[in-house]
């Protein structure tokens, strides 16, 4: 089992920023992938950004120069730097671990994030 606690949500203006934290109870070496989601109302969870354990990113093309995960091995954390917010990017935010596979294996319990016009 591995416990996610996340942290930095809240609400902002259209153009602000906002980091969103993700804190993991097992070592991040032990994982493939760590990935941040985000779920609005009546639309289906979606991948915003994955960091691989070789370091690699991938972003959805949604936030792409918007957005920066990056990861912090030490403090078994993973985080989501998000610039120039757009009201669309209001969800919530959930941390995902891939543990062997392609397909997250554990969720947080997600951060709301709202960004207002």
């Known amino acids: 089992q591995v416990q996610l606690v996340e942290s930095g949500g809240g609400l902002v203006q259209a153009g602000g920023s906002l980091r969103l934290s993700c804190t993991a109870s097992?070592?991040?070496?032990?994982?493939?992938?760590m990935g941040w989601y985000r779920q609005a109302p009546g639309n289906q969870r979606e991948l915003v950004a994955r960091i691989n354990s070789d370091g690699s990113t991938n972003y959805a093309d949604s936030v792409k120069g918007r957005f920066t995960i990056s990861r912090d091995n030490a403090k078994k954390s993973v985080y989501l730097r998000m610039n120039s917010l757009r009201p669309e990017d209001t969800a919530v935010y959930y941390c995902a671990v891939v543990q062997f596979g392609t397909s997250p294996d554990y969720w947080g319990q997600g951060t709301q994030v709202t960004v207002s016009s």
């Open positions: 097992r070592s991040l070496f032990r994982f493939n992938a």
